[in-house]
Antibody, heavy 119, light 110 residues
Framework: QVQLQESGPGLVKPSETLSLTCTVS??????????WGWIRQPPGKELEYIATIYYTGDTYYNPSLKSRVTISMDMSKNQFSLKLYSVTAADTAFYYC???????????WGQGTLVSVSS | QSALTQPASVSGSPGQSITISCTGTNSDVGGYNYVSWYQQHPGKAPRFMIYAVSIRPSGVSNRFSGSKSGNTASLTISGLQAEDEADYYC??????????FGTGTKVTVL
């Protein structure tokens, strides 16, 4: 069964860049059957879609975050990554990496990682 | 892109049925049959419960069912059980080639 694991700093300073990596095990990310993405959830609030990447390298973003986000993948490491630029306290959230199938935002989810933005 | 509208809370007694609504627009729920539902217990990652409006992934109880009419999707839980107490979120594909989630509904089993 596929497993996803997020990794990265738990604390980022305001105006800096949040960088997270998702390591996928139990399956290859270089498949046309699935896409890969990121979703976040501020503590006590609702889920928010961030981005998707296809094995072709095509990317899709939440319009409200598009100017500050980059999603990428490294097939040799079976990993995909998220960069969120110019962060503020409003970016404090649990960040989940997900596997996506068809037109769903996520069927398998990582356990999530809390990233706090604070000086 | 505004979040889809869900009731903040829904409650029911064990064995009863409850329905959670999810209202969007023609650019998301009403425009595509790509509504998904997620269950989230406290401190846990969301669990995939329904996709394409009404299809249950393998392993999800048939007590969970989904439907859609116009710009509103619904999740029905029949035979309510204590383990169903959780937060539930809907989601829809959008005309921006993205996804939007609902505001979330807390289900309480009385």
């Amino acid at each position: 069964q596929v497993q996803l694991q997020e990794s990265g700093p738990g604390l980022v300073k305001p105006s800096e860049t949040l960088s997270l990596t998702c390591t996928v095990s139990g399956g290859s990310i270089s498949t046309s059957h699935y896409h890969w993405g990121w979703i976040r959830q501020p503590p006590g609030k609702e889920l928010e879609y961030i981005a998707t990447i296809y094995y072709t390298g095509d990317t899709y973003y939440n319009p409200s975050l598009k100017s500050r986000v980059t999603i990428s993948m490294d097939m040799s490491k079976n990993q995909f990554s998220l960069k969120l630029y110019s962060v503020t306290a409003a970016d404090t959230a649990f960040y989940y990496c997900v596997r996506q199938i068809g037109w769903t935002p996520g069927d398998f989810w990582g356990q999530g990682t809390l990233v706090s933005v604070s000086s | 892109q505004s979040a889809l509208t869900q009731p903040a809370s829904v409650s029911g007694s064990p064995g009863q049925s409850i329905t959670i609504s999810c209202t969007g627009t023609n650019s998301d729920v009403g425009g595509y049959n790509y509504v998904s539902w997620y269950q989230q217990h406290p401190g846990k990652a969301p669990r995939f419960m329904i996709y394409a409006v009404s299809i249950r992934p393998s392993g999800v109880s048939n007590r969970f069912s989904g439907s859609k009419s116009g710009n509103t999707a619904s999740l029905t839980i029949s035979g309510l059980q204590a383990e169903d107490e959780a937060d539930y979120y809907c989601s829809s594909y959008t005309s921006d080639s993205a996804y939007v989630f609902g505001t979330g509904t807390k289900v309480t089993v009385l």
